[in-house]
């Protein structure tokens, strides 16, 4: 996984096919700060772009870090203010450019009527067709390669967040076998790698004799707000990246709790539980905005792999050097 700083976790090679990138439109919790705006993340997998949360301002912020308007679907985690008042003038803009795209809102149960009147403030009606979605817990929108699930989050309103989890990858080939097997190199090989016998010389051979098991594909967690929670850590078991709000430090923790956010520390226990290869802690409350460091400092004494992220930084999610 790069971090944008030219530092890659996982495999040597940097080729990511399919890319994950991941880009940090927003960092900062509630309010915005001179240097970090409200939450939202610009996902790109591959042709596919779309966001997670869209808080005031992110208009400005795709246009600041090159992600580009042409998303197709933003995915609001719960309906605080913060987290998807940026629609409104995100919308407007598409519209003013002329665009013809069909754009697809999905928010938590009993989101619709919000981002309806958002989406439609002051507005007779928008050129482009939008549509409203709610996802339950446990639901997932289904993509070729990978679905985007929903999973609970504790937050004290309805509130869900997102994995972006691709589908298990054929297994590793076994070229030089199948070359000691006399199998020319071409078209049989690949059918092999997809599952089918193919017959040489009258002789039928099999997949099972030179494909490995199926290779799991990435995992990318992202939580919106919550307290440390279980349905987050089982959403998250094995990750490679957990983007975890960590809105206070443990000398706060009491006001973490009653106002269903996480500390630092506590979403690094998360992280440990679940597994997850690296932790990027987002949702940064004002009192830490130039100085994330007692952030990092906490989150270390329970994870070792975090990393506090802040607003234009990219993240590229490559396969695990185990995995290739």
Not at 169 to 188: N, Q, S, T
Not at 214 to 243: H, Q
Not at 249 to 260: L, S
Not at 280 to 309: I, M, W
């Amino acid at each position: 996984m790069s971090n944008g700083d030219g530092v890659l976790i996982g495999s040597a090679d940097v080729r990511v096919i399919p890319m994950i990138r991941l880009t940090f439109l927003g960092t900062a919790a509630s309010r915005p700060t001179p240097g970090r705006n409200v939450s939202a993340l610009s996902v790109q997998r591959e042709g596919d772009n779309f966001l997670f949360d869209c808080g005031e301002g992110t208009q400005r912020q795709m246009m600041r870090y090159g992600t580009g308007f042409s998303v197709s679907r933003i995915f609001f985690t719960h309906m605080h203010a913060d987290h998807f008042l940026g629609v409104i003038g995100l919308v407007r803009t598409m519209a003013l450019q002329g665009r013809e795209e069909p754009l697809a809102l999905y928010g938590p149960p009993g989101s619709t009527r919000t981002l309806r009147e958002a989406v439609h403030l002051g507005v007779d009606r928008v050129q482009f067709e939008v549509s409203f979605l709610e996802l339950a817990p446990g639901e997932r929108v289904e993509f070729p390669e990978y679905a985007i699930e929903a999973f609970r989050a504790n937050h004290g309103v309805s509130a869900i967040g997102y994995n972006l989890r691709e589908l298990p990858r054929l297994g590793r080939f076994d070229v030089e076998k199948a070359r000691a097997l006399g199998i020319p190199e071409g078209p049989l090989f690949g059918e092999l790698h997809r599952g089918n016998p193919v017959e040489v010389d009258g002789r039928v051979i099999t997949p099972e004799e030179l494909v490995g098991p199926a290779r799991p594909g990435r995992l990318v967690t992202y939580t919106g707000d919550t307290r440390p929670a279980d349905s987050v850590r089982e959403a998250a078991r094995d990750a490679d990246v957990l983007i975890h709000e960590a809105t206070f430090t443990e000398d706060e923790g009491v006001r973490a709790h009653e106002t269903y956010h996480s500390t630092a520390l506590g979403a690094a226990t998360v992280a440990a539980e679940a597994g997850v290869r690296s932790l990027l802690l987002t949702h940064v409350s004002a009192r830490y905005a130039d100085n994330a460091g007692p952030l990092l400092d906490e989150a270390r004494q329970a994870f070792e792999s975090v990393g506090v992220a802040r607003d234009g930084q990219v993240v590229e999610i490559d396969y695990r050097a185990d995995e290739e």
